[in-house]
T-cell receptor, first 113, second 114 residues
Framework: EAQVTQNPRYLITVTGKKLTVTCSQNMNHEYMSWYRQDPGLGLRQIYYSMNVEVTDKGDVPEGYKVSRKEKRNFPLILESPSPNQTSLYFC????????????FGPGTRLTVL | AQSVAQPEDQVNVAEGNPLTVKCTYSVSGNPYLFWYVQYPNRGLQFLLKYITGDNLVKGSYGFEAEFNKSQTSFHLKKPSALVSDSALYFCAVRDGNRDDKIIFGKGTRLHILP
């Protein structure tokens, strides 16, 4: 089954404790992206990657890091999480550019205390 | 600046009635427009998109959207609403200056009343 998977689905952590949210797709997609969803703000793009070893900042990259060492994986790293990073996070992928249909993961709900 | 607006935070429609979820946009160049739906506790799912061609675009689950260039709108419609259509709907537009970026609206919550 074609899908985007994210782990963990739920995470409660404390300020400053490094964490990684994994994202993997099995569709051989070139484009991958991370979004955060906050009430009243919709989806905002954090980082995206057009292909392996190519990443770029989205609208709200502060406090986040990403890597794209393999085509299928695009982990999101929070080196020192803060409470304002409490949010619902989505990973997405598409065949080429985001003009192609984006396929979204199920989401990761992160709470930073 | 490129932008997309969904003027209604919430729309309530009785089951069986037609529904409309509004979206307006502001971009330079040709607008590429999308609708996505988010069901509870799920990721977003693609509904339909307008790239070029016919102004009326048909998508999944019986939804359609009409591209109106003069009004810079891309409203989502369905002739007869189902309770199962209750969800959060997002309009999105390609950033006119960049092929690698999509801008999402804030979302409209659709409630279909039985």
């Amino acid at each position: 089954e074609a899908q985007v998977t994210q782990n963990p689905r739920y995470l409660i952590t404390v300020t400053g404790k490094k964490l990684t949210v994994t994202c993997s797709q099995n569709m051989n997609h070139e484009y991958m992206s991370w979004y955060r969803q906050d009430p009243g703000l919709g989806l905002r793009q954090i980082y995206y990657s057009m292909n392996v070893e190519v990443t770029d900042k989205g609208d709200v990259p502060e406090g986040y890091k990403v890597s794209r060492k393999e085509k299928r994986n695009f982990p999101l790293i929070l080196e020192s999480p803060s409470p304002n990073q409490t949010s619902l996070y989505f990973c997405a992928s598409s065949r080429g550019q985001p003009l192609d249909t984006q396929y979204f993961g199920p989401g990761t709900r992160l709470t930073v205390l | 600046a490129q932008s997309v607006a969904q003027p209604e935070d919430q729309v309530n429609v009785a089951e069986g009635n037609p529904l409309t979820v509004k979206c307006t946009y502001s971009v330079s160049g040709n607008p590429y427009l999308f609708w996505y739906v988010q069901y509870p506790n799920r990721g977003l799912q693609f509904l339909l998109k307008y790239i070029t061609g016919d102004n009326l675009v048909k998508g999944s689950y019986g939804f359609e959207a009409e591209f109106n260039k003069s009004q810079t709108s891309f409203h989502l419609k369905k002739p007869s609403a189902l309770v199962s259509d209750s969800a959060l709907y997002f309009c999105a537009v390609r950033d006119g200056n960049r092929d690698d970026k999509i801008i999402f609206g804030k979302g409209t919550r659709l409630h279909i009343l039985p």
